[in-house]
């Protein structure tokens, strides 16, 4: 059974105000008009922080394991069949390639392909699905890569044109993790810069998702649409499972 706690449904809804009001705050000092959607990174935490979380207005929820994401939707299907469309699940951590196809079905959109081998699997499984999948290519931001994922920047145009040209899959933008050991503002610099060059390109694939709990200001200013954040709205990861 799903049960929502009130006293941590309470913590998760003053943290969550608060990331708001950053993201609000980070907007307007950007000069921009539009906020960027916050996706909630729900990994590690149980389905009733998801439930309360979605209760609480969240649109788009993060997870980066195939298997914990399984069990959630599976909770979800099973006790709270009204929150299998939304919120919106995103899947944001590598890919392995034989478990590819079992995320393309339960998740709207995969942030983490960087890799050719993973374009026809999720190019298969988009086929099944009433719409294309939806993907951004994950861009590797390291300049001495140390296997964060992601594609290489100059490796990028190539995988763009095989996936746009992939009827199973929807090409919306790109996703990166700001580098370890890196001031967030350079890294973000650059890919600013490699998006130009994308969007040239493939001008409908304007979706940027950048930026978690420590960054999310400078993600923010160089036109991130999307923002990842975790620990900041649910608190200090638990051990995993």
Same mark, same amino acid.
């Given at each position: 059974m799903i049960e929502v706690d009130d006293e941590r449904?309470?913590?998760?809804?003053t943290r969550l105000e608060q990331v708001r009001e950053r993201i609000t705050s980070a907007t307007r000092d950007a000069g921009r008009d539009e906020e960027p959607t916050l996706v909630v990174v729900t990994k590690f935490f149980p389905v009733s922080d998801l439930v309360a979380l979605a209760e609480l207005g969240v649109t788009d929820v993060g997870e980066s394991r195939e298997q914990e994401l399984h069990e959630k939707v599976d909770s979800l299907r099973e006790e709270r069949p009204d929150l299998l469309k939304a919120p919106t699940r995103h899947f944001i951590g590598q890919l392995q390639s034989k478990k590819a196809k079992r995320v393309a079905s339960l998740v709207d959109v995969v942030q983490s392909l960087d890799r050719p081998k993973l374009v026809p699997l999720l190019d298969a499984a988009g086929a099944e699905r009433d719409t294309p999948l939806e993907v951004l290519l994950q861009v590797d931001l390291e300049e001495n890569s140390q296997g964060r994922g992601g594609v290489a920047p100059a490796e990028l145009a190539a995988l763009a044109d095989e996936v746009a040209q992939a009827s199973g899959l929807t090409l919306s933008g790109l996703m990166a993790v700001a580098p370890r050991g890196e001031e967030p503002e350079?890294?973000?610099?650059? &890919? %600013?810069?490699?998006?130009?060059?994308? &969007? %040239?390109?493939?001008?409908?694939?304007?979706?940027?998702s950048a930026g978690m709990s420590g960054d999310l200001e400078a993600a923010v200013k160089i036109g991130a649409t999307h923002l990842r954040v975790g620990s900041a709205i649910l608190g200090s990861r638990p051990a995993a499972r």
């Open positions: 449904r309470a913590e998760l809804a350079r890294a973000f610099e650059r &890919l %600013a810069a490699l998006r130009e060059s994308f &969007l %040239a390109d493939h001008p409908a694939a304007r979706v940027l």
